[in-house]
């Protein structure tokens, strides 16, 4: 698992296998093996040993969510949403995060976009959503290891495999088809079937002779300063009450010449009444609430919204009728926004209204303090 999450797949899928041949059940290993094999290219083999470690574990939420991500990148699109489709009805966070990146990998960014923008907080979604963009540009391993481990590749090396995930591929391909037919071959013969087997082992060191010298009178050690005493604990407020609990009471019995005080009235001036409770201040406002909105697109110039907004409310008829644009800054971009709406549920009646009349759209809510300006 070291190996693999540290991006060393081909080191990974060697330990996998003497994992297996030394019996490690492979209940524990199927999951993780499969992602190996994602990550150097071979996902029809992964998604063999997905559905094997699902067929022995059915509850194995994280193979279901890696074999969908496995279909997106042989770019299949029904079985990447079939994968997902039991996790998404159980608002699994991380089945979302999954089909965010397996929608980007088969080149629906936009999607891909907005559920990251509706799951995730908004600097989070700001930093990953440009990454979403460049996912249809990455091989297969680099695409697996970008959904999977959260590891992307540096700007020179999008496209471009590592030469050695190539190699284990191409071995992992030639294993698949060197089934034995014949006579088994010697021993001295037996081409090697791993990679492990094909690193001979490094010969023993043969240690030069040392000549052993005289022996020297053990010096005798100085005597060892006394250990510092330990520093005292810091005192804590329970420490100064610790001891209340054990000790026993005084006797509360009075003697003879003693005056009992419980028996002495003391007269008292009645306590002046409380004051008045302040009444509590209706709390501000803030200038910039939360509210939903409906998105129905974004550009880097915010002064054409004026034109986009005309052209966008003709396509849209009654549906935007009663809305007004608004704009806020997205990172170097800026949304167009429809609004306000009321409710979450309105909003996204609104979007389907939209998407039957052939606009794009999606539900959007600004956090608290976001500043959304009227588009003029």
């Known amino acids: 698992g070291v190996y693999l999450r540290s991006g060393r797949a081909g080191e990974a899928l060697v330990q996998f296998e003497r994992a297996l ?6 209940r524990e290993v199927l999951t993780d093996q499969a992602l190996t094999l994602d990550l150097v290219g071979e996902q029809a083999a992964a998604q063999a040993a997905y559905t094997r470690a699902l067929e022995l574990d059915p509850a194995n939420d994280e193979a279901r969510r890696r074999l969908a991500i496995s279909h997106a990148i042989a770019g299949n699109r029904v079985q990447f949403e079939e994968a997902l489709r039991s996790l998404i009805g159980k608002r699994d ?5 999954a089909r965010a990146f397996g929608l980007a990998i088969l080149g629906d960014s936009d999607r891909a976009a907005a559920i990251v923008e509706q799951i995730m907080p908004r600097d989070m979604a700001t930093r990953l959503v440009p990454y979403l963009g460049y996912m249809p540009r990455l091989t297969k391993p680099q695409q697996a290891a970008a959904a999977n481990l959260g590891i992307f590749p540096r700007a020179a090396d999008i496209g471009r495999d590592d030469p050695r995930l190539a190699r284990f591929a191409a071995e992992e391909r030639a294993d698949s088809r060197l089934a034995p037919a014949g006579p088994p071959l010697d021993a001295r013969t037996r081409p090697p079937s791993t990679l492990a087997e094909l690193v001979p082992p490094a010969p023993a060191p043969v240690k030069p002779p040392v000549a052993v010298p005289a022996p020297t009178p053990t010096p005798v050690p100085d005597p060892a300063p006394a250990p510092a005493p330990p520093p005292a604990p810091p005192a804590r407020v329970a420490d100064a009450f610790a001891d209340l609990s054990s000790a026993a009471l005084p006797d509360a019995r009075v003697g003879g010449d003693a005056v009992d005080l419980s028996r002495i009235t003391v007269k008292r001036e009645a306590p002046p009444p409380p004051p008045e409770k302040p009444k509590p201040k209706e709390p501000v406002k803030p200038v910039h609430p ?5 998105q129905v697109a974004t550009g880097k ?3 054409g919204f004026r034109f986009d907004w005309r052209r966008i409310a003709k396509g849209g008829g009654d549906t935007l009728a009663k809305l007004k644009p608004h704009t806020t800054r997205w990172g170097e971009a800026h949304r167009l926004l429809a609004g306000p709406v009321d409710t979450r549920e309105k909003a996204q009646a609104l979007v389907r209204e939209l998407k039957g009349k052939g606009i794009d759209s999606f539900l959007y809510v600004s956090p608290e303090g976001e500043e959304i300006q009227l588009v003029k």
């Open 21 to 26: 041949a030394a019996g490690v059940p492979a």
């Open 93 to 97: 966070m991380a089945a979302q995060r």
């Open 301 to 303: 110039n915010a002064k």
């Open 290 to 294: 939360s509210r939903v909105w409906v």
